[in-house]
Structures are given as structure tokens and as C-alpha cells.
């Protein structure tokens, strides 16, 4: 079967799928990096608040990052990793040093808004090569995120 990857899957859906989940990458670790520096710069009264669900959300994002780059290698090609390919492809854009905590939930949020969207394209592409499992990941991450949206909205009201 030269035309299925080692799990069964088209070998030109998977490159698709492989090429966008690579984009999703990209914008998963410049979304990383700019809540770690949310993290490490937020000043003023919320400060205790803020602070730990900005470690929290890091932590989530970490994780999710090693969880996409896993499954580009198990459809059969290569994560990129270099920042330069991430700053790349990523419609999340680097943030300058942000120490207000309005102003670095409005960028969250915003970055939620363009993640959930890669993320559904994600789910038609995945729906369309028949690949449950990244079809299962990335329902699990809007379910989960489509939540944090609503919380962290809920918080700049």
C-alpha cells in the first residue's frame, strides 16, 4: 500500500494535515512565549491572580505544543523547531513586554480566537483523511479552550 502512511492514512492528506498542524505549531509557541512574558512582567493589583493563570495557561500550552509535534511525527514528517519557521507561518503576533493585565488577556484572547480557528480548519481536513486521531485532538482542545475564552472574557468584563 504505497499510496497509506504507516498508520493507514492517505500520504497526501497526511502531508496536508502535517503542513497545517506545523502552522498550528508555530502559533501554539509564539502564544507560549507570550504568555510566559505576561507571566514574568504582570504588575499591579491582580497581580497574585493573574501570575498564576498565566503559569497555568503556559503549562496547558506546553504541553498541547509537545502533543502537536507528536502527532506530526506519527503521520510521518518532521515538527519544525526553530523559531524563525514559527515566526513564520504564526498569525499570533510577538508580544513587546506587557505588565498590564487587561491588555494581556485582550492579546489571550485574541490568540484563543486565531488557535480555535487553525484548529477547526484542523477538524475538516482530519474529518476529510478519515484521521481520528487528530480529528480526537483537536475537538478536545476547542472544547477545552472554548471554555477558557468565556473565563478569561469573563474576567475583563
Do not use: C
Not at 1 to 20: C, F, H, P, R, Y
Not at 116 to 129: F, K, T, V
Amino acid at each position: 500500500m504505497k499510496n497509506t502512511t504507516a498508520i493507514g492514512l492517505d500520504v497526501q492528506k497526511s502531508k496536508i494535515l502535517a503542513e497545517k498542524l506545523n502552522t498550528l505549531l508555530g502559533n501554539y509557541s509564539v502564544f507560549y512565549q507570550n504568555v510566559r512574558g505576561y507571566h514574568w512582567n504582570i504588575k499591579g493589583d491582580k497581580f497574585f491572580e493573574l501570575h498564576a493563570k498565566f503559569e497555568e495557561l503556559y503549562n496547558d500550552l506546553l504541553l498541547k505544543i509537545d502533543e502537536v509535534a507528536e502527532r506530526i511525527l506519527t503521520l510521518g514528517y518532521a515538527p519544525n523547531h526553530r523559531y524563525s519557521d514559527y515566526n513564520k507561518v504564526s498569525s499570533v503576533v510577538e508580544s513587546a513586554e506587557v505588565s498590564d493585565g487587561e491588555k494581556a488577556v485582550r492579546d489571550i484572547l485574541e490568540s484563543f480566537k486565531t488557535i480555535i480557528g487553525l484548529q477547526r480548519e484542523l477538524l475538516d481536513l482530519s474529518d476529510d483523511a478519515n484521521d481520528e486521531g487528530t480529528n480526537a485532538l483537536m475537538s478536545d482542545y476547542i472544547r477545552e479552550q472554548e471554555k477558557l475564552v468565556w473565563m478569561y472574557s469573563a474576567f475583563s468584563s
